[in-house]
């Protein structure tokens, strides 16, 4: 089984950062890409970056520029850095991982952590 946690969620102040870390432990052979995802209630998940195991990023063009995905494949372990943060990126912050175990992907999320930009 494999669990993946997020945290570093919290209060901020438009103009402001936040520095999102998402963890995966368990079971597993290795991770291949992994992202960030965003939701508001009613509205769908939305895509928000991606790097691969090699480290190549990807990012929504509404947090290009401002947002920077990184990993730590030594502790299985992606960040979010937020900076320039408006009221509109307030949402539930969801990682996921695409984790190769035996010789199969399965794709995990966590349990998400909450960003609030007040303006």
């Known amino acids: 089984q494999v669990q993946l946690v997020e945290s570093g969620g919290g209060l901020v102040q438009a103009g402001g950062s936040l520095r999102l870390s998402c963890a995966a432990s368990g079971s597993f052979t290795s991770i291949n890409a992994m992202n960030w995802f965003r939701q508001t209630p009613g509205k769908q998940r939305e895509w928000v970056a991606g790097i691969t195991s090699s480290g190549s990023t990807n990012y929504a063009d509404s947090v290009k520029g401002r947002f920077t995905i990184s990993r730590d494949n030594a502790k299985n372990t992606i960040f979010l850095q937020m900076n320039s943060l408006k009221p509109e990126d307030t949402a539930v912050y969801y990682c996921?991982?695409?984790?190769?175990?035996?010789?199969?992907?399965?794709?995990?999320w966590g349990q998400g952590t909450q960003v609030t930009v007040s303006s």
């Open positions: 996921n991982a695409n984790v190769v175990a035996g010789f199969q992907q399965y794709l995990y």
